[in-house]
Each structure stands twice: as C-alpha cells, then as structure tokens.
C-alpha cells in the first residue's frame, strides 16, 4: 500500500490532497517486508495559497518512461491518462510566481469558469462567518454578497466574498470575507476624478489575515502567495481588534490565515472597477 505525506505551509490549518492518476509498477507480496516493488504514486498538494508537487519513489519501467516521452499514459488500469485525454480544467499549465526580483515556476490546473453552484456556496459561507462574529445581515444583504474570482476561477485560493453596505462620493463600507488561506491579489487603487484614489482602513474581527504591503519585505514570510505575480512583501498581521490603514496608491495584498478571516473595510469612495493589479491575468468588474 503506496503512503502519501504533504507538508503543509504554516498559513494554513490543513491540506488537500489530489493525486494524479495512480501509476502501478510492482505488487508486494503480503507480509513482505520488501519495499522496492511498493507502488508509487505522485501527489499535488493543492491547499490555499501553494500549489506544490510531491514526488514519490518512481520505479517506473522503461518502457513507461518511452511511453510518457511520447505523450501516452499508462495509467491505472491502463486508461489512457496522457495531456489530451483529459478535460481542459484538468490540464497542467505552467505558472509563475514571482515575489520582488525572484521568479519561480510551478504547475497548476487551468482556468475553469466557476459555476453558480459554487458561488453559492461562497456566499453562504460568508453569510455564516459574518453570523459568527454578530453581524445581522437582511435577506436582501445575504443576496446581495458578492463572490469576486477576478477572473481567475481559483475561488478558494485567490478570490474574496464582500458585502458592500454603503459607497457614496465621500465615504465606504465594507464587510470582507476570507476562506482558509484565501488570497486577494496584489493591486492598488489610482488617482481617479480628481482625487488621489481610495485610502482605505482594514480591521480584523475575527480569524487572522496577513497583509502586504510596499516597504521592507519579511524576512521569514508566513504565507506563501497563489501563482500569479506578487511583488511586495512588508508583512503585517491583522488579529481580530488590530487594524491597520493603507494610503491611496499603494501596492498591497492579503491572505487569510488558516481559519479564515472577517475583515471589515472602512475607506473613501470605492471603484473597485478602477483598481490596478500587478498580474496582468486578473479582472475585477
């Protein structure tokens, strides 16, 4: 029997793991103590925040490494596992991440357009967490709770719930809400119709959230950021009663810690239409 281990990165509670198809080389003979015929299997850990591939012992047969070379999967049972034999959403892309001057690669699954189902479900869970901390919400607020992907369709690693309650041309407010190791992308707000663009303050009332900010980046950072392009890294922990306010223009993302986060947003007048993020792939509408 294969065993699979993940390390989990310290932002987040606990992991997820999704194993690609298994690859069966050898059987072991019950009771014997031989382990170079144990099958092996390759696991991605898949948790919020990190996409990292664990690879197990891989005693593959030549014959499968020709087979793999040439684009056709073995795979259990013998099903054809290669690129184009599965769904588009389960297809690896290449990604980077890059924070400051260093860039890294790693795999992830394309884009697959979330479904309604799914953004329910995000609502909902805002809806309760908002619940938790004693914030009453009317029927037409819980409906009216936005789930914003930003164009990336990997809710549960970068993504946010939001409830807006009032945006006028002085002033905002706002109710955020963070799934475990949920991450909102790196942008800033510009200058718009005269004025020098949104300042806004974030006070966290519960779970725990890491900001990031211009300036000195952390030495030891505690989270990891989602692929995409990252490029501040000054870190300042949000725990519920601490707040922290950031000035227009400047650069900053953030990412729950691993029970989430409520964060309530308190600002000038919002366009989120008119933010600017780093990653040229993210939309916010």
Same mark, same amino acid.
């Given at each position: 029997?294969?065993? !699979?281990?993940?390390?989990?990165?310290?932002?987040?509670?606990?992991?997820?793991?999704?194993?690609?198809?298994?690859?069966?080389?050898?059987?072991?003979?019950?009771?014997?103590?031989?382990?170079?015929?144990?099958?092996?299997?390759?696991?991605?850990?898949?948790?919020?925040?990190?996409?990292?591939?664990?690879?197990?012992?891989?005693?593959?047969?030549?014959?499968?490494?020709? !087979?793999?070379?040439?684009?056709?999967?073995?795979?259990?049972?013998?099903?054809?596992?290669?690129?184009?034999?599965?769904?588009?959403? *389960?297809?690896?892309?290449?990604?980077?991440?890059?924070?400051?001057?260093?860039?890294?690669?790693?795999?992830? &699954?394309?884009?697959?357009?979330?479904?309604?189902?799914?953004?329910?479900?995000?609502?909902?869970?805002?809806?309760?967490?908002?619940?938790?901390?004693?914030?009453?919400?009317?029927?037409?607020?819980?409906?009216?709770?936005?789930?914003?992907? $930003?164009?990336?369709?990997?809710?549960?690693?970068?993504?946010? !719930?939001?409830?807006? &309650?009032?945006?006028?041309?002085?002033?905002?407010?706002?109710?955020?809400?963070?799934?475990?190791? !949920?991450?909102?992308?790196?942008?800033?707000?510009?200058?718009?119709?005269?004025?020098?663009?949104?300042?806004?303050?974030?006070?966290?009332?519960?779970?725990?959230?890491?900001? &990031?900010?211009?300036?000195?980046?952390?030495?030891?950072?505690?989270?990891?950021?989602?692929?995409?392009? &990252?490029?501040?890294?000054?870190?300042?922990?949000?725990?519920?009663?601490?707040?922290?306010?950031?000035?227009?223009?400047?650069?900053?993302? $953030? *990412?729950?810690?691993?029970?989430?986060?409520?964060?309530?947003?308190?600002?000038?007048?919002?366009?989120?239409?008119?933010?600017?993020?780093?990653?040229?792939?993210?939309?916010?509408?």
């Amino acid at each position: 029997m294969s065993r !699979q281990t993940s390390v989990a990165p310290r932002s987040v509670a606990s992991t997820a793991t999704r194993p690609v198809p298994d690859e069966i080389h050898g059987h072991r003979d019950t009771g014997s103590e031989e382990r170079r015929d144990t099958p092996c299997r390759r696991v991605l850990t898949a948790v919020p925040g990190c996409v990292r591939e664990h690879t197990g012992r891989d005693r593959r047969r030549e014959s499968d490494r020709d !087979q793999e070379r040439d684009g056709i999967g073995r795979g259990h049972k013998g099903h054809d596992t290669s690129e184009d034999a599965r769904p588009v959403s *389960q297809r690896w892309v290449r990604a980077i991440v890059r924070r400051g001057s260093r860039e890294s690669s790693v795999r992830t &699954y394309s884009r697959k357009v979330i479904d309604e189902r799914e953004r329910r479900d995000a609502q909902l869970y805002a809806v309760d967490k908002l619940a938790e901390v004693g914030i009453v919400l009317t029927p037409e607020e819980r409906d009216a709770v936005e789930v914003a992907d $930003f164009g990336l369709s990997r809710l549960a690693e970068t993504g946010l !719930q939001l409830l807006v &309650y009032v945006n006028t041309d002085r002033y905002c407010a706002k109710e955020l809400v963070l799934r475990p190791g !949920q991450t909102c992308p790196e942008h800033r707000h510009p200058p718009f119709e005269g004025t020098p663009g949104k300042e806004e303050t974030f006070r966290c009332r519960s779970g725990l959230v890491y900001l &990031y900010v211009d300036g000195d980046p952390a030495r030891d950072p505690v989270c990891t950021p989602p692929p995409g392009v &990252y490029t501040v890294g000054r870190e300042i922990e949000l725990r519920p009663g601490m707040q922290h306010t950031i000035p227009p223009g400047t650069l900053h993302w $953030f *990412q729950a810690g691993p029970e989430g986060a409520v964060v309530s947003e308190f600002s000038t007048t919002s366009r989120d239409e008119l933010d600017e993020f780093t990653d040229a792939n993210v939309v916010r509408t």
